[in-house]
């Protein structure tokens, strides 16, 4: 375990012109910056150090206040796999990285640490899935269909499989991926294909180059801020819920 935290690095990549709600991460919530909850609850996993992907000089002086340590990273960054590449490329004694979006502050964590412990698979992208609670199709959620050993087969935006009126469990990708550092160059020298494209989902480029995408199973989920209807309903939570991994 010790060895694995040596070499694992925990990246918060956090870019502030969110396209669905700029400047997000910086967004007030009980008392702090957004931001800070996402950081203090992947410190809480103990699976290793953790690091913010910082893209603009109003996010460096908010986590200058709080004593975050974060990296400067190109805001021109199409996606957070490549802003977490970044970031490696300046911690060359770390093996394993462990991507977690800024956008959950209820980030629990127990779910890296599920990631992390999972198996080190060089050649595989991890991800944690969690199940869907009702067959409501939210395009800011996704699925995922697996097979028998959890590879992930596809990914899409819309509900998959297509159930009907049968009982099925689903499942959506949570923001908790792990690869090892040549995976990861791996994945950002690969070009993005037409179905990353159509659906806006970056994973997909792994099934597109038939690099491993494995899922990894936890009952633990939350929702992610991406709009400001996600915003208003963490502000209306009891701030308790934000230290109840103390």
């Known amino acids: 375990c010790l060895l694995k935290k040596q070499n694992t690095l925990i990246v918060i990549p956090a870019r502030y012109n969110s396209h669905r709600l700029p400047g997000k991460i910086l967004e007030e919530l009980h008392g702090f910056p ?27 002086k908010v986590l200058d206040i709080l004593g975050i340590p974060y990296v400067e990273t190109d805001p021109a960054c199409k996606n957070g796999t490549e802003r977490v590449y970044e970031v490696a490329k300046k911690y060359p004694k770390k093996k394993y990285f462990i991507n977690c979006q ?40 996704v699925k995922v269909a697996m097979s028998f050993d959890n590879r992930i087969r596809f990914a899409s935006r819309n509900l998959i ?9 689903l499942f959506k990708i949570h923001g908790v991926y792990m690869y090892s550092k040549d995976l990861l160059e791996r994945f950002v020298t690969a070009s993005p294909g037409p179905l990353e494209i159509l659906e806006s989902v970056e994973q997909l480029r792994c099934i597109e180059h038939d690099i491993p995408l494995v899922g990894v199973k936890t009952e633990y989920t939350e929702r992610s801020v991406d709009t400001y209807r996600d915003l208003v309903y963490m502000r209306e939570l009891d701030p308790k819920l934000f230290k109840c991994f103390d």
């Open 34 to 60: 957004m931001i800070y909850w996402v950081y203090n609850q992947a410190l809480k996993a103990q699976s290793g150090p953790v690091v913010v992907a910082a893209d603009d000089p109003k996010v460096f």
């Open 102 to 141: 800024g956008d959950e502050p209820l980030l629990n964590p127990h779910i890296i640490q599920e990631v992390a412990t999972s198996g080190l698979v060089d050649n595989a992208f991890k991800t944690a899935v969690s199940p869907i609670s009702e067959k409501v199709n939210n395009p800011n959620e």
């Open 161 to 169: 499989p297509c159930a009907g009126d049968k009982e099925i469990e």
